[in-house]
């Protein structure tokens, strides 16, 4: 493909990336839930602990993005990446359903994943970025807009005028 090209093998790349790797599956995935497949790690646990908990996953994302610029990763992956760390935040914040949630999302081994795939042979983004970059986006307007569509319902409904 044009414009594409491959890295060559970096040792501290490669050392940088299995770091990274760990600390994934150490946050998201370390443990077993006995007698099914359900995988959890230190993140949700974490989050139990008011304040140190909602900080812990941000600041492992915001190493794997810094990590992700300092590669040259696709803008449009970044952007999927931030999201993906936003929309945990989001809900993170939120007692016992965002350490819940944290066990089903996994956004520290999303963004693993992401990192991984674009790392040592940059491809260029696919349809699934721009899908589910464009669809956080679509959500993030829904939620902005819901109050005002409300107020405005709500104004009507009272026989207000706007003007």
């Not at 299995?18 to 790690?41: I, K, M, Q, S, Y």
């Amino acid at each position: 493909m044009a414009g594409t090209f491959h890295r060559l093998p970096d040792p501290t790349l490669e050392r940088r990336m299995a770091r990274l790797r760990e600390w994934a599956t150490l946050l998201d995935t370390a443990f077993v839930v006995p007698g099914t497949r359900v995988r959890f790690g230190w993140d949700p646990i974490l989050g139990l602990i008011p304040g140190l908990g909602d900080l812990v996953g941000p600041l492992y994302s915001a190493v794997i993005l810094v990590t992700a610029i300092q590669l040259g990763i696709p803008r449009i992956v970044q952007l999927r990446m931030l999201l993906t760390a936003m929309v945990d935040v989001a809900v993170g914040v939120i007692p016992v359903v965002g350490d819940l949630f944290d066990v089903v999302w996994k956004a520290n081994k999303r963004n693993m994943a992401l990192l991984e795939r674009h790392a040592h042979a940059p491809r260029p983004p696919s349809a699934a970025d721009w899908w589910f970059v464009g669809l956080v986006l679509a959500c993030l307007v829904s939620v902005a807009a819901a109050p005002i569509v409300l107020l405005i319902m709500v104004v009507r409904w009272l026989g207000w005028s706007l003007i």
